[in-house]
């Protein structure tokens, strides 16, 4: 079982900037890749943000050039720096971590962490 756990998040202004961190403990598994989603109020659940254990990451179209997604592997641990927040990106913060599990792979998902953003 891998339990991943989200903290970072809070109240910020329109334009302002926050950091999510967010730490998996494989308990012995290998983990693959590392996810950020969200969920807006009355919307679905969307990705944000990905990584590879090589670094290589990928965004969302609405993210792009504005929220940056790292990883310390020795540790499992990912963030995701938002700037220039707007207020469309207010939202629960879900971090994943994938592992390979009989050639399938299964991803956790922590309880989230609320971002808020203010006009």
Request: proline share 2%; glycine share 12%; net charge neutral.
């Amino acid at each position: 079982q891998v339990r991943v756990v989200e903290s970072g998040g809070g109240l910020v202004q329109s334009g302002g900037s926050l950091r999510l961190s967010c730490a998996a403990s494989a308990d012995g598994f290998e983990i693959t890749s590392m996810a950020w989603q969200r969920q807006a109020p009355g919307r679905q659940r969307e990705f944000v943000a990905d990584i590879t254990t090589a670094g290589a990451a990928n965004y969302a179209e609405s993210v792009r050039g504005r929220f940056t997604i790292s990883r310390d592997s020795a540790v499992d641990t990912i963030y995701l720096q938002m700037n220039s927040l707007e207020v469309e990106d207010t939202g629960v913060y879900f971090c994943g971590a994938t592992r390979i599990s009989g050639r399938m792979p299964v991803t956790s998902w922590g309880q989230g962490t609320r971002v808020t953003v203010s006009s």
